[in-house]
């Protein structure tokens, strides 16, 4: 079993339901680790890892975030920070003509080596918050060839284009070539 | 000589000035620690700190940041951050009728145990941008009692009342009290 170090169920099931088909055995840990101030998800991940490999040799750890293209990071490393301050409509406020935007989800895979796969989602910010499901920044983004925001979409809609899913596949590439023999 | 580690020659020379005479003799580092993403600026240099004591038996660390009262952590410990992506022009516009805002500094001295002493300044935010020096929040923040703000203020005069001259007299009274047999 595989510590998947991460306090958020959700995100746990998404991962163990997506990988144990590939051999990797996950559990779900609440361990501690410190999230840098850096700018970009990589970096976050990777100062936690070089942390954690102090004491784990194996484990898994994942960040994501929202983009508004025009506001360069912003705000992106910071995005739980800045829904739980300014929230949303502070958010929206921010916005200008300009409204393109995406998520990202960076996930750290260290087994002596640290291996890292990305995913992202392109769209724009809504004008307004729209829709009841998802958590966080999905009220407000539409995704590239839609007209609903995630929030608006089923759990299914929303994983199939999701820069976590697309993320994991990365990583479900990489297991698969490496137990090729 | 103990290293102050910042890459920042203004407030290495605020420090230096105001130590020196109580027998505190600094030099600038541009030595790198992390800066973790916390609710305080305390929970930032102490994590540096344990970082740093790694390595250094004693050395000064501090950080300081804008806070927007009515918006709990905002942008506070991502001051930095958050004036480099959404600008003084995105805070204004964040600010609602309620506009108490305070500036905060943590100055940490570590000797072989953390020491830490805080100082803040009170005041509100401009309706607008104002005044030429300073740098970061200077230009929208009015300490109270005064009807300009710390851009339109001398050197001297914001030195007298800022946060960070007040978490160096608490030091001063530490190191003061600490000699005295």
Known sequence: MIPFITTN???????????????????????????????????????????????LDEFV????????????????????????????DGVLKLVGTDRRAHFEACILYYDGTSHVFKGEVTGTVATERR??????YDPI????????????MTPAEKNELSHRGRALESMAGFLRSRDRP
């Open 61 to 88: 750890i994942e960040d994501s975030g929202f983009f508004i293209d025009p506001i360069p990071g912003f705000p992106g490393v910071y995005s739980k920070h800045i829904h739980g301050s300014i929230g949303l």
């Open 131 to 136: 829709g009841t499901g998802g958590f966080g």
């Open 9 to 55: 169920e959700g995100k746990f099931e998404e991962f163990r339901t997506f990988l144990e088909p590939l051999g990797l055995q996950l559990s779900m840990s609440d361990r501690e680790y410190p999230e840098v101030q850096a700018d970009s998800l990589e970096d976050v991940v990777l100062y936690g890892a070089s942390v954690l490999s102090r004491e």
């Open 141 to 152: 983004f539409i995704p590239d060839g839609h007209d609903r925001t995630f929030a608006e």
